[in-house]
């Protein structure tokens, strides 16, 4: 007689025989609302050019940001975040640039794309290192080092400057204590608060994965480097410990910086906190990846899917990616 002693559970193909059983097993559909493409805004004139150690990523000067965004928006681009480059201006102290309607790229982009594209979510990042001659996140002391509470108050400035250009979302980056607070309480002293949102980079970690964008940005720091403020890359507890802290300081996003290497720490913010989790697909990773489908090791398109889908299985809503014009054309909705 035949023995029927199997456990029938451990038979899995079954489940996933046909497509449409496939897709039952888990959330793969990405939508462009889930997009942010991050944009290089510059201080020249009529120049556009290609970052060597990100391909197919540009430096936009301001004047040329509306050009080069009607493509992507005709094809669904929803959402984007600027970052200031300071090429021809002068770098100080106080990032004096950041927040001059009359020197700061972002501010005049600001001004630009909500004029023309009124429909697009304009994202901020917010920090000091690309607008100061020391190239940190953050205020310095005479010895060089962090004075936290006057950048905090800086970046609250700034941030308000943003705001009043018509900004939709602030995006500290600089890893200050407590400047999430700092910045809310700014934009609901000026009006702002119940209008900008604040996306905090929260679980932002010392990375090695972040050399292009320092190219990109040209926000590299000029002695020392930034593994004081930002996070150690082996700690868990820290990385939602800073989570916590931003969402209670009132963050209405939490940010999980690099991707692809933390998932464990974006599945355990994602458990943790109570407003939606983005997570920033860094330009080391577009480059692992880009540079793995040039020399054919991978199909692009596949690869880039697989990584936001396994980015999204961790916990992720929101993703900022470098692939955004390629997934534009990709995805369907």
């Not at 029927?4 to 079954?14: F, P, R």
């Not at 039952?24 to 201080?43: A, C, H, M, R």
């Not at 700092?182 to 934009?187: G, M, P, S």
């Not at 199909?299 to 929101?318: A, P």
Request: with cysteine.
């Amino acid at each position: 007689m035949e023995n029927n002693n199997k456990n029938y559970s451990h038979y899995l193909h079954s489940g996933y025989a046909h497509p449409i059983t496939r897709s039952w097993q888990g959330d793969n559909v990405i939508l462009k609302s889930q997009l942010i493409y991050p944009i290089f805004v510059t201080d020249l004139i009529k120049t556009k050019t290609e970052i060597k150690s990100l391909p197919g990523q540009y430096q936009i000067s301001s004047d040329l940001v509306i050009e080069f965004l009607r493509p992507l928006v005709e094809k669904g681009l929803k959402s984007i975040i600027l970052f200031g480059v300071i090429i021809s201006g002068v770098k100080d102290e106080q990032a004096s640039s950041a927040d001059k309607k009359q020197l700061s790229p972002v501010i005049k982009s600001i001004e630009l794309i909500k004029n023309e594209f009124p429909e697009i979510l304009i994202c901020t990042d917010l920090c000091l290192c690309a607008y100061t001659d020391h190239g940190h996140c953050g205020v310095l002391t005479e010895e060089g080092l962090i004075e936290n509470e006057k950048s905090i108050i800086r970046l609250g400035e700034i941030a308000l400057s943003f705001a009043k250009a018509g900004a939709h979302v602030i995006a500290p980056s600089d890893m200050m204590d407590c400047r999430v607070g700092q910045i809310k309480k700014v934009l609901f002293q000026n009006g702002y608060g119940g209008r900008v949102a604040v996306m905090a980079y929260s679980s932002k970690f010392a990375s090695s994965y972040y050399g292009p964008f320092r190219d990109a940005a040209g926000s590299g720091a000029k002695h020392g480097d930034r593994q004081a403020y930002q996070l150690p890359i082996a700690s868990r507890g820290l990385g939602l410990r800073a989570a916590l802290r931003d969402e209670a300081e009132g963050a209405d996003f939490i940010m999980v910086k690099p991707a692809g290497p933390y998932m464990d720490i974006i599945r355990e913010v994602k458990d943790h906190v109570k407003v939606p989790v983005c997570c920033y697909q860094v330009s080391g990773e577009y480059a692992m990846i880009y540079h793995a489908s040039v020399a054919g090791g991978i199909d692009l398109k596949s690869g880039v899917m697989e990584s936001l889908i396994s980015l999204q299985r961790s916990g992720c809503d929101i993703f900022i990616t470098y692939f955004t014009p390629q997934l534009l054309d990709w995805l369907k909705l």
